[in-house]
């Protein structure tokens, strides 16, 4: 029954996800075909009034508002997310070929700023109110209220451009030729290396505050008086009694968290010129590539989705109370 | 050099907070060998967990542990932390109290207890198991709650698990804190059952922790009486409930439904606390404290072969004794008897029921007792000098009685004023106004309206009820230390009664006084009384604590009493 209801929900919550994704790009003034003929700042325009009548009737966009939404949803039931109009090609092949690296520097920033957050947070808690803690405390305080952008800037600035220590853009060198996989590896470590930095500096304040916090709680519970009563070893003390509890409300959040994370990576994307979904998703905007900017908000939508599915899941499988 | 498995000398514990110092322990003292069993009874706040905190070794920043835990003659506070851990659990347990908290949410039972065998005993993987299932046995549960989580367990099977839990390494000290509080009786019963057979079956010394009576009785030998962090009282646990010797334990035993099953509740006056000012912990709440008690805390002395009690004035003190009285009546042809030698005993706060038919010399006794009537022989001590005519009737702080007839024991002509100032005005210590101040508060006491109108009314114009209240706020104004209270009730009607008795009740258990009441009303004298005399023809029949006079009389005579005096309607 409850498995039922939840599931309803999430009909529910994707129905109104995708609805909103069509028309927002939609109430935007502009179209794909004035603004493909002013390139950016130039009023050039490559178009007659004629053409882009005939490429309106092609796209659909000459239909009443109503019927463009039947037919989105009719082809999104069919797993089509239809062609780009930009760059002429299927949406979902744009994005699978840009989500990779989106995917990978957020996948790697969330993974070691929580485990960053969460035995910092630990450490902290076991020492509170310590000169370290403090110390400790203040500085996360400070790096959980700065953008992520505006750290990606000055790594930029300081590390990229000032000391020469990594390359100002994309994700990997242009044209490279590697003599092994590992060099390959290499390369993109270092491409990723500012991105994941920025996205890690601005996201372990937070999972710090709330690690250190929920320890903090764990550790004033009978059940850490008892497990120390028992003899046993710090170590154990820590982590298998008290982490174990503390742990529960920050995997909940790096789950709640990622859609955030998104938004941080599109900007932070952006600063680096990183190829991901984010700068993607910026030339979509900038064109009114609306099937495209469709194609990725929905993507990003089921993520979400799907993760607070799995956060649901793992959850469970972790506190045993959770009915 | 004392050969006790665990001894404890001079232990305190204090937590420093942000506006000062609280002694949560204060130079606690106590030893306990193999298969001993002592019981540490206090009220919520006594320092009753902080002492078994300490003797874990688990007092934390900012709590300080002063004084020397040995076990096996090694200072426990003076091992490394890591010889701490090894003796904790393994050779000292505990059984926390149960709360849904104490066991850890998100761990198996399974492993809970098993992790203590891994790093206590070093077992391997299937000797573990092995063990578990072992204890869970052992603790009447089946061992598939294994893999159960705690909240799956109900509280009955929680307490159970603890127990197995404490057990699990054998350990040489078992300590139980309040291992009863939250169940309710059938389990509280089979908890209290096991942990004695257990007790029986294993050896171990075992210190219970509870504030409830029935467990500590049930469950040790010996018994500390623990208040704001100090033992005011140790003994045997039979003798010390039975015959409490510390103002506050007796508090603690009438406040006890198991132990006083028929006698109303009162629990002590005020609350705990205050442990910063100097003197005996206990004075504020004391019925008897006496100048020494606010400048110098109290240490244990032996009052008797196995008691020992910490109070200025050796326990509670005797206040009244009357000594082989007799008193013969002469008549022309015939002789009565009223008293023949009869010796009576109250104690400072007690109530002391004397029961008997009419006609059994019950009221010559109170007037031998308060020196209005002349002995033959025999002697009244009232605080250590003896009465003689009106010396402590006539002083406050001395002995005041209420008689049975409120109509002809106050002058209807008097107003309601001056039937109470009278005894006041006599002594002539205080002035007019203090006086009145006097008179107005003993009215508010027994609930009667103070103000000018009333105070001028004539007597004659109250009712029966009323007068008998006047003349318990005519007693009041002296501050008596005993009051007497010769029938007092008997012309009644059953609701003033009742409001009369709990009334003087609720005022004795406020002001402290002591009560002699004479009664042949034995549900009220049930009621009241912590100790009974039976009169009979003049003669003391028995004596004793009053729930063991009514419920398992021996002398013929109150038997029959208690039998006819008892009956129910039905």
């Given at each position: 029954?409850?498995?039922?209801?939840?599931?309803?929900?999430?009909?529910?919550?994707?129905?109104?996800?995708?609805?909103?994704?069509?028309?927002?790009?939609?109430?935007?003034?502009?179209?794909?075909?004035?603004?493909?003929?002013?390139?950016?700042?130039?009023?050039?325009?490559?178009?007659?009034?004629?053409?882009?009548?005939?490429?309106?009737?092609?796209?659909?966009?000459?239909?009443?508002?109503?019927?463009?939404?039947?037919?989105?949803?009719?082809?999104?039931?069919?797993?089509?997310?239809?062609?780009?109009?930009?760059?002429?090609?299927?949406?979902?092949?744009?994005?699978?070929?840009?989500?990779?690296?989106?995917?990978?520097?957020?996948?790697?920033?969330?993974?070691?700023?929580?485990?960053?957050?969460?035995?910092?947070?630990?450490?902290?808690?076991?020492?509170?109110?310590?000169?370290?803690?403090?110390?400790?405390?203040?500085?996360?305080?400070?790096?959980?209220?700065?953008?992520?952008?505006?750290?990606?800037?000055?790594?930029?600035?300081?590390?990229?451009?000032?000391?020469?220590?990594?390359?100002?853009?994309?994700?990997?060198?242009?044209?490279?030729?590697?003599?092994?996989?590992?060099?390959?590896?290499?390369?993109?470590?270092?491409?990723?290396?500012?991105?994941?930095?920025?996205?890690?500096?601005?996201?372990?304040?937070?999972?710090?505050?709330?690690?250190?916090?929920?320890?903090?709680?764990?550790?004033?519970?009978?059940?850490?008086?008892?497990?120390?009563?028992?003899?046993?070893?710090?170590?154990?003390?820590?982590?298998?009694?008290?982490?174990?509890?503390?742990?529960?409300?920050?995997?909940?959040?790096?789950?709640?968290?990622?859609?955030?994370?998104?938004?941080?990576?599109?900007?932070?994307?952006?600063?680096?010129?990183?190829?991901?979904?984010?700068?993607?998703?910026?030339?979509?905007?900038?064109?009114?590539?609306?099937?495209?900017?469709?194609?990725?908000?929905?993507?990003?939508?089921?993520?979400?989705?799907?993760?607070?599915?799995?956060?649901?899941?793992?959850?469970?499988?972790?506190?045993?109370?959770?009915? | 050099?004392?050969?006790?498995?665990?001894?404890?000398?001079?232990?305190?514990?204090?937590?420093?907070?942000?506006?000062?110092?609280?002694?949560?322990?204060?130079?606690?003292?106590?030893?306990?060998?193999?298969?001993?069993?002592?019981?540490?009874?206090?009220?919520?706040?006594?320092?009753?967990?902080?002492?078994?905190?300490?003797?874990?070794?688990?007092?934390?920043?900012?709590?300080?542990?002063?004084?020397?835990?040995?076990?096996?003659?090694?200072?426990?506070?003076?091992?490394?932390?890591?010889?701490?851990?090894?003796?904790?659990?393994?050779?000292?347990?505990?059984?926390?109290?149960?709360?849904?908290?104490?066991?850890?949410?998100?761990?198996?039972?399974?492993?809970?207890?098993?992790?203590?065998?891994?790093?206590?005993?070093?077992?391997?993987?299937?000797?573990?198991?092995?063990?578990?299932?072992?204890?869970?046995?052992?603790?009447?549960?089946?061992?598939?709650?294994?893999?159960?989580?705690?909240?799956?367990?109900?509280?009955?099977?929680?307490?159970?698990?603890?127990?197995?839990?404490?057990?699990?390494?054998?350990?040489?000290v078992l300590i139980v804190d309040e291992p009863t509080t939250a169940l309710d009786a059938v389990y509280k019963n089979e908890i209290i059952k096991l942990l004695s057979e257990l007790h029986k079956e294993k050896k171990f010394a075992l210190l219970v922790i509870s504030h409830e009576l029935e467990t500590i009785f049930h469950l040790t030998s010996k018994i500390n009486v623990m208040y704001s962090g100090c033992i005011l009282e140790k003994g045997i646990t039979s003798e010390v409930l039975k015959n409490p010797m510390h103002t506050y334990t007796r508090g603690l035993v009438d406040s006890s439904p198991t132990i006083n099953p028929y006698r109303d509740l009162w629990g002590i006056p005020g609350e705990s606390g205050g442990s910063k000012e100097s003197g005996c912990p206990f004075r504020k709440r004391c019925t008897q404290s006496i100048e020494i008690c606010s400048t110098r805390v109290p240490k244990l002395e032996y009052v008797s072969l196995e008691r020992q009690v910490a109070c200025h004035r050796g326990g509670i003190?005797?206040?009244?004794?009357?000594?082989?009285?007799?008193?013969?009546?002469?008549?022309?042809?015939?002789?009565?008897?009223?008293?023949?030698?009869?010796?009576?005993?109250?104690?400072?706060?007690?109530?002391?029921?004397?029961?008997?038919?009419?006609?059994?010399?019950?009221?010559?006794?109170?007037?031998?007792?308060?020196?209005?009537?002349?002995?033959?022989?025999?002697?009244?001590?009232?605080?250590?000098?003896?009465?003689?005519?009106?010396?402590?009737?006539?002083?406050?702080?001395?002995?005041?009685?209420?008689?049975?007839?409120?109509?002809?024991?106050?002058?209807?002509?008097?107003?309601?004023?001056?039937?109470?100032?009278?005894?006041?005005?006599?002594?002539?210590?205080?002035?007019?106004?203090?006086?009145?101040?006097?008179?107005?508060?003993?009215?508010?006491?027994?609930?009667?309206?103070?103000?000018?109108?009333?105070?001028?009314?004539?007597?004659?114009?109250?009712?029966?009820?009323?007068?008998?209240?006047?003349?318990?706020?005519?007693?009041?104004?002296?501050?008596?230390?005993?009051?007497?209270?010769?029938?007092?009730?008997?012309?009644?009607?059953?609701?003033?009664?009742?409001?009369?008795?709990?009334?003087?009740?609720?005022?004795?258990?406020?002001?402290?006084?002591?009560?002699?009441?004479?009664?042949?009303?034995?549900?009220?004298?049930?009621?009241?009384?912590?100790?009974?005399?039976?009169?009979?023809?003049?003669?003391?029949?028995?004596?004793?604590?009053?729930?063991?006079?009514?419920?398992?009389?021996?002398?013929?005579?109150?038997?029959?009493?208690?039998?006819?005096?008892?009956?129910?309607?039905?």
């Amino acid at each position: 029954m409850n498995c039922i209801k939840r599931i309803l929900e999430y009909i529910i919550v994707f129905f109104v996800i995708i609805s909103f994704n069509f028309f927002i790009p939609r109430l935007m003034p502009g179209d794909p075909f004035t603004f493909l003929s002013s390139d950016e700042g130039s009023v050039h325009s490559s178009y007659t009034d004629e053409q882009i009548e005939k490429y309106k009737a092609y796209y659909g966009l000459d239909k009443p508002l109503w019927e463009q939404y039947k037919d989105y949803v009719y082809n999104l039931f069919r797993g089509d997310l239809g062609y780009s109009i930009y760059y002429n090609e299927a949406v979902s092949s744009i994005i699978l070929k840009r989500v990779i690296w989106t995917i990978g520097i957020v996948v790697v920033s969330i993974v070691l700023s929580s485990l960053l957050g969460i035995f910092v947070g630990a450490f902290s808690a076991w020492h509170r109110n310590s000169a370290i803690d403090k110390i400790i405390y203040s500085i996360m305080i400070v790096f959980s209220e700065i953008p992520s952008f505006l750290i990606a800037m000055l790594l930029l600035f300081g590390l990229a451009a000032g000391k020469g220590w990594f390359p100002l853009s994309g994700g990997i060198t242009v044209f490279g030729e590697y003599k092994n996989v590992f060099e390959k590896i290499k390369d993109i470590v270092h491409h990723g290396f500012l991105p994941v930095l920025a996205l890690v500096l601005s996201q372990t304040g937070g999972y710090y505050l709330l690690s250190r916090n929920s320890m903090i709680t764990v550790l004033s519970k009978d059940y850490m008086l008892t497990a120390s009563a028992k003899g046993l070893d710090d170590r154990r003390i820590i982590f298998r009694h008290g982490l174990k509890n503390a742990i529960l409300p920050v995997i909940t959040r790096i789950f709640m968290n990622l859609g955030s994370v998104f938004g941080g990576a599109i900007l932070v994307e952006n600063v680096f010129s990183y190829p991901g979904i984010g700068r993607l998703m910026r030339e979509a905007v900038m064109v009114r590539d609306y099937v495209l900017m469709q194609g990725i908000f929905l993507n990003i939508c089921i993520l979400v989705l799907t993760m607070n599915f799995l956060a649901d899941i793992v959850c469970r499988k972790i506190d045993p109370r959770v009915e | 050099m004392d050969k006790s498995l665990l001894r404890v000398e001079h232990l305190s514990v204090d937590y420093k907070l942000n506006n000062g110092e609280v002694n949560a322990v204060r130079d606690v003292s106590f030893s306990l060998n193999r298969g001993d069993s002592l019981g540490i009874i206090g009220e919520s706040g006594s320092g009753k967990t902080s002492l078994a905190m300490a003797l874990m070794g688990l007092i934390k920043e900012p709590g300080k542990v002063r004084g020397n835990i040995y076990y096996e003659n090694v200072d426990i506070n003076s091992l490394s932390k890591r010889e701490i851990k090894s003796i904790r659990w393994n050779k000292i347990a505990l059984v926390f109290q149960n709360s849904l908290d104490v066991l850890n949410p998100l761990l198996t039972i399974d492993e809970q207890i098993s992790e203590v065998i891994v790093k206590h005993l070093n077992l391997s993987k299937e000797s573990t198991s092995k063990r578990v299932k072992e204890l869970l046995e052992m603790v009447g549960l089946s061992a598939e709650i294994k893999g159960y989580y705690p909240h799956q367990l109900s509280g009955g099977m929680r307490q159970r698990v603890l127990i197995a839990m404490a057990l699990a390494c054998d350990p040489e000290v078992l300590i139980v804190d309040e291992p009863t509080t939250a169940l309710d009786a059938v389990y509280k019963n089979e908890i209290i059952k096991l942990l004695s057979e257990l007790h029986k079956e294993k050896k171990f010394a075992l210190l219970v922790i509870s504030h409830e009576l029935e467990t500590i009785f049930h469950l040790t030998s010996k018994i500390n009486v623990m208040y704001s962090g100090c033992i005011l009282e140790k003994g045997i646990t039979s003798e010390v409930l039975k015959n409490p010797m510390h103002t506050y334990t007796r508090g603690l035993v009438d406040s006890s439904p198991t132990i006083n099953p028929y006698r109303d509740l009162w629990g002590i006056p005020g609350e705990s606390g205050g442990s910063k000012e100097s003197g005996c912990p206990f004075r504020k709440r004391c019925t008897q404290s006496i100048e020494i008690c606010s400048t110098r805390v109290p240490k244990l002395e032996y009052v008797s072969l196995e008691r020992q009690v910490a109070c200025h004035r050796g326990g509670i003190v005797t206040l009244l004794e009357g000594k082989n009285i007799n008193k013969i009546y002469k008549n022309k042809k015939t002789i009565v008897k009223a008293c023949d030698d009869c010796s009576i005993k109250v104690r400072s706060g007690e109530i002391v029921a004397l029961i008997g038919e009419s006609g059994s010399g019950k009221t010559t006794l109170a007037g031998v007792l308060s020196g209005t009537i002349l002995p033959q022989e025999g002697e009244v001590v009232f605080e250590g000098k003896l009465v003689s005519g009106n010396n402590f009737t006539s002083r406050k702080n001395g002995i005041q009685i209420v008689f049975q007839d409120p109509f002809s024991s106050i002058n209807e002509r008097f107003s309601i004023e001056e039937a109470i100032s009278e005894p006041l005005r006599i002594i002539k210590e205080d002035s007019y106004e203090e006086i009145k101040i006097e008179v107005k508060k003993a009215l508010e006491e027994v609930q009667l309206p103070n103000d000018e109108n009333f105070l001028n009314r004539k007597c004659y114009t109250l009712s029966g009820g009323q007068r008998q209240r006047v003349s318990i706020a005519r007693s009041l104004v002296m501050k008596p230390k005993l009051l007497i209270a010769d029938e007092i009730t008997s012309m009644l009607d059953p609701s003033t009664k009742a409001n009369i008795i709990r009334l003087l009740k609720g005022l004795q258990n406020k002001n402290g006084f002591s009560m002699l009441y004479i009664t042949h009303d034995l549900p009220i004298a049930r009621k009241i009384a912590d100790r009974v005399y039976v009169m009979h023809n003049g003669k003391i029949v028995e004596q004793g604590i009053a729930s063991k006079i009514f419920s398992d009389p021996t002398d013929d005579y109150t038997k029959k009493l208690v039998k006819e005096g008892m009956s129910e309607f039905n």
